[in-house]
């Protein structure tokens, strides 16, 4: 096999209460990279689209491109590829699109090899990913992106990353507003401290999250997705946060909040008809303040990224 066409998942982070530890995947959308193996060891960017022209070819600097060549580097090898990159979802969307390229591309490169590496291996490079697109190697978007399913990073230093398991009915509603906002500006506006009343609040809903989880408490899922500490700040960089969020649990949500670095709004329900009703009622609220928006409804992708025919 020469080429390869492989789809990574969009992803939330931070899901609520977990800032740089709780991720998911959701079934789309998601990004499509195309790996050939060329006769020399260059690595080429050939072509980008759905990137309205804002990504780099350069190599060094592109999120799809340093992961595959870090994954060379430590292997040893003397291989080259030509890459091709569509991207399905707007960059600074809080959808993970920089680390679904980056998982795309390393996981393509890995099959390509005949898997010289686990897929649980290939973390650490797709994190490099993450480092070139937004300054911060965090594991949130890619580890979930690459693992699927709901991921928790326990820890970085040593890096110790593991599923939870989620109830059969659980849905994700998520909702991309026409707005952009930068990943890096948006963890700038973070404060270094947190007050020991916050970190008490917010690790009683960490705990409450996961549990809520393993054992399909879809209420005690609900009352845990609360964010006293990242939500507060950054919901002043989404217009009518607060009344998309109202809008989501009138219309059932179990929980709402912020989708990674937003601006992109995310809530979760019991059931697919609840979770479509969620949706609508996000997007009618974004509307009412002339900001158009998309909306996707999935269950937790367990699969992560898929090789496509
Ligand atoms: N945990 C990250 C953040 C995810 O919220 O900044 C965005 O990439």
Request: proline share 5%; hydrophobic share 45%; charged share 20%.
């Given at each position: 096999?020469?080429?390869?066409?492989?789809?990574?998942?969009?992803?939330?982070?931070?899901?609520?209460?977990g800032?740089?530890?709780?991720?998911?995947?959701?079934?789309?959308?998601?990004?499509e990279?195309i790996?050939?193996?060329?006769n020399?060891n260059?690595?080429?960017?050939r072509?980008?689209?759905?990137d309205?022209?804002?990504?780099t070819?350069?190599?060094?600097?592109?999120a799809?491109?340093v992961?595959?060549?870090k994954y060379?580097?430590h292997?040893?090898l003397q291989t080259?590829?030509?890459?091709v990159?569509?991207?399905?979802?707007?960059?600074g969307?809080?959808?993970?699109?920089?680390?679904?390229?980056?998982?795309?591309?390393?996981f393509?490169?890995?099959?390509l090899l005949?898997e010289?590496?686990?897929?649980?291996k290939l973390l650490?490079?797709a994190m490099?990913g993450?480092?070139v697109a937004?300054?911060?190697?965090?594991?949130?978007?890619?580890?979930?992106?690459?693992?699927g399913?709901?991921?928790v990073?326990?820890?970085y230093?040593?890096?110790?990353?593991?599923?939870?398991?989620?109830?059969?009915?659980l849905y994700v509603s998520?909702?991309?507003p026409?707005?952009?906002?930068n990943?890096?500006?948006?963890?700038?506006i973070?404060?270094n401290?947190v007050?020991m009343?916050k970190?008490i609040?917010q690790?009683?809903?960490?705990s409450?999250?996961?549990?809520?989880l393993m054992?399909?408490?879809?209420a005690?899922?609900?009352?845990s997705m609360?964010?006293f500490?990242?939500?507060?700040i950054r919901?002043?960089?989404?217009p009518s946060?607060?009344?998309?969020?109202?809008a989501?649990?009138e219309?059932?949500?179990?929980g709402?909040s912020?989708?990674?670095?937003?601006?992109?709004?995310?809530?979760?329900?019991?059931?697919?008809?609840?979770?479509?009703k969620?949706?609508?009622?996000?997007?009618?609220?974004?509307e009412?303040?002339n900001i158009q928006a998309?909306?996707y409804?999935s269950?937790i992708n367990?699969?992560?990224?898929?090789?496509l025919?």
């Amino acid at each position: 096999m020469d080429s390869i066409r492989v789809f990574a998942p969009a992803t939330v982070a931070n899901v609520a209460c977990g800032f740089d530890i709780f991720g998911l995947a959701v079934d789309n959308p998601g990004d499509e990279v195309i790996l050939t193996r060329r006769n020399d060891n260059k690595i080429v960017i050939r072509e980008i689209t759905g990137d309205a022209g804002k990504l780099t070819i350069d190599e060094t600097r592109n999120a799809v491109s340093v992961p595959v060549i870090k994954y060379l580097a430590h292997l040893g090898l003397q291989t080259g590829f030509d890459i091709v990159l569509h991207k399905k979802m707007a960059l600074g969307s809080g959808l993970g699109s920089s680390s679904a390229s980056s998982v795309a591309g390393v996981f393509a490169a890995n099959k390509l090899l005949g898997e010289p590496l686990s897929t649980d291996k290939l973390l650490p490079f797709a994190m490099e990913g993450e480092r070139v697109a937004c300054g911060s190697a965090h594991a949130d978007n890619v580890a979930p992106a690459l693992l699927g399913g709901f991921v928790v990073i326990r820890s970085y230093a040593p890096l110790d990353v593991f599923k939870v398991p989620v109830p059969d009915n659980l849905y994700v509603s998520l909702i991309h507003p026409d707005v952009e906002v930068n990943t890096k500006d948006a963890r700038h506006i973070l404060k270094n401290e947190v007050s020991m009343n916050k970190a008490i609040s917010q690790m009683g809903n960490v705990s409450g999250m996961i549990a809520g989880l393993m054992s399909s408490d879809y209420a005690l899922i609900g009352r845990s997705m609360v964010d006293f500490i990242i939500e507060p700040i950054r919901s002043i960089l989404i217009p009518s946060f607060f009344e998309v969020k109202m809008a989501a649990t009138e219309a059932g949500a179990l929980g709402c909040s912020i989708s990674g670095a937003g601006p992109s709004v995310f809530a979760f329900s019991e059931g697919r008809e609840t979770a479509e009703k969620v949706a609508a009622a996000m997007k009618t609220a974004f509307e009412q303040v002339n900001i158009q928006a998309t909306t996707y409804v999935s269950t937790i992708n367990q699969a992560g990224p898929k090789i496509l025919e």
